[in-house]
């Protein structure tokens, strides 16, 4: 079997809630979305979704992607897709960094993989762990009070995991928590995820002022070291997201025990290939892990889910499904959330159908 074409289309995907913001005043309302097909000479064809949270989250940007595809595509052609890490070799060779790039071509070579064996692609990543995978729900970073009824109203929809957009002013973020916080029962899990915001000093009085709150603390600055600083002055239980973007780093911030939970997000990995490297030795390595992407809809919802089952469940934190944030459904088939649940398809491969009328004509088109 050989790659006969590489094509993408573009889906903007609006929100529901009209925008959502992080850190540092970073906001996006429509998120520019990128398809990607691969067609083999059998007539299989697999598809993988990308979507960078804008231009300013991670190094990567929706143009960047298709562009991207235009440069690697040709690499790619003639090989078999079946051959996973072949084919993440001759990406890396082809294409040094970009790993949103390689993401949509790497997922959509485990669909084919799993429409060929017949078989779902959680089973093919590792095997299906357990009935269903807990979401969490990211809560947009607004005004204290009104985040804290936001949590209230997402719990009523069976959600019991949150993650708040914080990294702002920290006199406010420290009012965002505690607000948060006495809205929910005690079971329930709270993150204040900062996305890299605030200085040293601030993360330190944050963390100082929330230390009495059953409070995840998430990436509270930009670099591994001043994440590494707070970490040490806290017992609060902590996650590092943005500065795990590989293996080396994974490994040193073993070593140092600078974090609790790692979020693994698939495109700043590379795809799923690696997403499952990286997983797999967490699980060796004892750490639990958010299993996510930096946003996407439905063909990324449902190769989310398909990580996640794929993992053991002591070692699931927590996941989301991106495709009920944005008011457009791009696929059919993909996971629906059920009681701040949701399940990998039990169809072959990521078990989703791209809707023709709602992903448009093909915008990268790469062939023989
Ligand atoms: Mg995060």
Excluded at 76 to 90: F, H, S, T
Aim: include cysteine; proline fraction near 5%; charged fraction near 25%.
């Amino acid at each position: 079997m050989k790659i006969v074409r590489i094509f993408a289309h573009r889906v903007q995907l609006p929100l529901v809630e009209g925008s959502y913001n992080w850190s540092g005043g970073k906001s996006v309302s429509v998120l520019d979305s990128t398809i990607v097909g691969v067609e083999t000479d059998q007539g299989l064809v697999g598809y993988g979704e990308v979507c960078p949270l804008g231009p300013f989250y991670l190094p990567a940007f929706a143009e960047g992607v298709r562009s991207g595809l235009r440069e690697l595509g040709p690499h790619v052609l003639g090989m078999d897709p079946r051959e996973l890490n072949k084919l993440n070799l001759r990406m890396d060779a082809a294409l040094k960094g970009h790993p949103h790039v390689k993401t949509g071509i790497d997922i959509a070579c485990w669909d084919i993989l799993g429409k060929w064996t017949g078989l779902p692609a959680c089973v093919l990543l590792g095997g299906r762990f357990g009935e269903s995978v807990q979401l969490y729900r990211a809560i947009s970073q607004i005004p204290p009070d009104e985040m804290a009824s936001n949590v209230a109203h997402y719990r009523q929809q069976g959600y019991t995991r949150f993650q708040l957009k914080v990294g702002g002013d920290p006199d406010e973020d420290i009012r965002r928590i505690v607000a948060a916080r006495a809205v929910l029962m005690p079971t329930d899990r709270l993150v204040a995820d900062a996305n890299t915001g605030w200085t040293q000093h601030e993360a330190i009085r944050v963390v100082n002022a929330v230390r009495h709150l059953d409070v995840y603390i998430e990436q509270p600055c930009l670099t591994y070291d001043e994440c590494l600083a707070v970490r040490r002055n806290t017992s609060l239980p902590f996650v590092l997201d943005e500065t795990i973007d590989g293996l080396d780093v994974l490994l040193r911030a073993k070593q140092d025990r600078a974090m609790d939970i790692v979020n693994l997000k698939i495109s700043k990995l590379g795809g799923l290939t690696k997403s499952k490297q990286v997983r797999d030795l967490c699980v060796s390595m004892g750490i639990a892990m958010t299993l996510e992407d930096s946003w996407g809809g439905d063909i990324t919802t449902a190769a989310i889910a398909h990580l996640a089952h794929s993992t053991p469940e002591q070692f699931r934190f927590t996941s989301t499904d991106f495709n009920s944030y944005n008011t457009v459904s791009n696929a059919d088939g993909a996971p629906r959330r059920e009681h701040g649940r949701m399940r990998a398809s039990e169809t072959p491969g990521l078990g989703v159908v791209p809707k023709p009328d709602v992903i448009g004509p093909i915008v990268v088109d790469v062939h023989e």
